[in-house]
């Protein structure tokens, strides 16, 4: 059986991601590790609550050898407009979700959570531009 254990997303600035992550989205540390021997790298993690077995690493855009400034430079374009890759989230209540979230300091692309022929959702970004969706599935979907 092949399962899902980590997804990643660029960020700008791993402390700014993990206080956003944590503090806002209402998510929790599952990991963060400094490798000295791999020129400090972070290995930062984060999930929610209640689903241990799925991370999102919030992974700081590396310089060379892993990647030349120009695809660096190309990245972080893309993450500022929110084409770096998107996160679902799903909830049981979009709106009380949106009102919790947004109350921490999380701002919305849309005014409100919006009824879709799948169920209520909206969508938000993260500090680095990355794109993320809010969703309250129905039966159908979920």
Not at 25 to 43: A, Q, Y
Not at 92 to 103: H, I, P, Q
Not at 113 to 118: K, L, N, T
Request: net charge negative; glycine share 10%.
């Amino acid at each position: 059986m092949i399962a899902i254990a980590n997804t990643q997303l660029w960020v700008h600035d791993q402390e700014e991601a993990l206080r956003f992550y944590r503090d806002k989205v209402g998510m929790e540390v599952r990991s963060d590790v400094t490798m000295p021997e791999m020129g400090d790298f972070r290995w930062l993690t984060v999930g929610p609550p209640g689903q241990q077995d799925v991370s999102i690493v919030l992974m700081a855009i590396p310089g060379p050898p892993v990647m030349d400034d120009e695809t660096a430079k190309q990245v972080s374009e893309l993450m500022g407009k929110g084409f770096a890759g998107t996160v679902f989230l799903t909830t049981d209540d979009c709106r009380k979700a949106f009102a919790e979230m947004k109350a921490r300091g999380v701002e919305f692309v849309e005014d409100e959570p919006e009824e879709r022929p799948y169920g209520i959702d909206v969508g938000f970004r993260d500090p680095s531009g990355n794109h993320l969706r809010l969703a309250q599935l129905n039966a159908d979907f979920g």
